[in-house]
T-cell receptor, first 117, second 109 residues
Framework: GAGVSQSPRYKVAKRGQDVALRCDPISGHVSLFWYQQALGQGPEFLTYFQNEAQLDKSGLPSDRFFAERPEGSVSTLKIQRTQQEDSAVYLC???????????????FGSGTRLTVV | GQQLNQSPQSMFIQEGEDVSMNCTSSSIFNTWLWYKQDPGEGPVLLIALYKAGELTSNGRLTAQFGITRKDSFLNISASIPSDVGIYFCAGQIYGKLTFGQGTILTVHP
């Protein structure tokens, strides 16, 4: 597709429920990133994939958060036993080429707004 | 998690006025970026800066990468109503972005 697609756009989960958020990156984009954006804050890095390899997961807040990208394309962010503090917008971004000092085609999706009640 | 220090937090200006916002960090970044985010959407890149001291323009937008690599500013000239939104600075290393808290810009016609 023309842009990064995320689904669902909105998700309401009961506390303790597991959720799965999907990201379809731009076709051919090697790198994929997940960010968490709390209300009134800037996005915060969660994790990064290059193709199917998860190269950095230092931003995942707890072991309840898990991300995968098994075929190097679509990625899923899973949150187990959701808690109220998990309520946020989850943004996915993909990039064509990754270099230390460059930012080639780094494009964000519209995000999934997760509300835990 | 770490966030950059972005100021001001909000601005309320008249159409036609110039706007300036800045961002500082305790860490050095290789790239500085400025994004705009509209409600319900992801951030959209406005300007990217790759070298310390670099001054770059994109239409009415001008941004600079500080010499120390720890700060950046964004200027918007002759603001228009569609400039309304939230502006974020971000520092980048190896693709990973660290964002500021955002500046909420309101433009009064």
């Amino acid at each position: 597709g023309a842009g990064v697609s995320q689904s669902p756009r909105y998700k309401v989960a009961k506390r303790g429920q597991d959720v799965a958020l999907r990201c379809d990156p731009i076709s051919g984009h090697v790198s994929l990133f997940w960010y968490q954006q709390a209300l009134g804050q800037g996005p915060e890095f969660l994790t990064y994939f290059q193709n199917e390899a998860q190269l950095d997961k230092s931003g995942l807040p707890s072991d309840r958060f898990f991300a995968e990208r098994p075929e190097g394309s679509v990625s899923t962010l899973k949150i187990q036993r959701t808690q109220q503090e998990d309520s946020a917008v989850y943004l996915c971004a993909s990039s064509l080429v990754l270099r230390q000092t460059a930012n080639y085609g780094y494009t964000f999706g519209s995000g999934t707004r997760l509300t835990v009640v | 998690g770490q966030q950059l220090n972005q100021s001001p937090q909000s601005m309320f200006i008249q159409e036609g006025e110039d706007v300036s916002m800045n961002c500082t960090s305790s860490s050095i970044f290789n790239t500085w970026l400025w994004y705009k985010q509209d409600p319900g959407e992801g951030p959209v890149l406005l300007i990217a800066l790759y070298k310390a001291g670099e001054l770059t323009s994109n239409g009415r937008l001008t941004a600079q990468f500080g010499i120390t690599r720890k700060d950046s500013f964004l200027n918007i000239s002759a603001s228009i109503p569609s400039d309304v939104g939230i502006y974020f600075c971000a520092g980048q290393i190896y693709g990973k972005l660290t964002f500021g808290q955002g500046t909420i810009l309101t433009v009064h016609p």
